[in-house]
């Protein structure tokens, strides 16, 4: 089945028998509106609209054991790996795996944030058909192999089905449906794991580096330095703003637009049982 099938998603979306729940990244408010686009989105069919910040709070964890465990073994002089490459970018992975083959061992067995929360999706709406909405090609492929991903969407592709259906932004404040979490909203950011796994104390000064843009990767792995330990990349420039489907306004004003928006969610009184609660993901496992 081909899970970005726009007439299909959208036809399903007005069958009042099926429910959807809508996954979101941060990226999306370089591109939409908060919390408008909450609005928006029920209006057009979504039952449920939940964030990938509460997975990307779930990667953060198994990342920070990882790190650490790597640590310990090269105290115990046991590590064999030079270094590790994070695996939250489907393109940094997919480019690991066709043109350096001999780092592929490198790259941290991890769920991305996008399947990790489509795996809590399917625990706690086991009745709901799974969306997710994309600003790039690179996480439509990831999403057409994940089995807990039932469809996908890009930004544009979405923006046009707002457009055909006359759906406007709306001014009325609406919350995401649970797994609320403010810290990792910066995920889309170029070091964004890396800003928010906790990782001082882990790593020393210098063994963490952060790279964004697949040239300025591809050139790093060509000669990799001796005292990286972690590599923190994203195929696009910017991270997850730089994305094609995002808005063509200039990086810098996107990261204004994400900053401002977790500035916003900090400051919001999230009702009572909408927190994002590490038992909700209580059986599940993020590793691949």
Known sequence: MIKNNVV??????KNKKVKFVALVAPSFVVSFEYPQFIHQLRELGFDKVVELTFGAKMVNREYHRILEN?????????WKETFLISSTCPGITEIIKEKYPQYVKNIIKVDSPMIAMAKICKKIYPEHKTCFITPC????TEAEDCRYMDYVIDYRQLEM???KNRIKPNKNHIHFDKF????????????GLSKTAHLKGVLKLGEEKT?????AVMKFLDDPGPKVKFLDCTFCVG??????????????????KLMKYMAIAKKEDIPAGREGLIEKAKGIRFRN
């Open 8 to 13: 299909k998603i959208e036809k399903e979306l």
């Open 70 to 78: 790597m640590q310990l073994s090269l105290k115990k002089k046991i």
């Open 137 to 140: 090609d690179y996480k439509k």
């Open 161 to 163: 089905l707002f457009n």
């Open 180 to 191: 609320y979490n403010d810290y990792t909203k910066i995920y889309p950011l170029s070091g």
């Open 211 to 215: 790279i964004d843009g697949i040239g």
């Open 239 to 256: 991270g997850c703003l730089g994305g094609p489907y995002t808005s063509k306004i200039p990086i810098k004003e996107k990261t204004k």
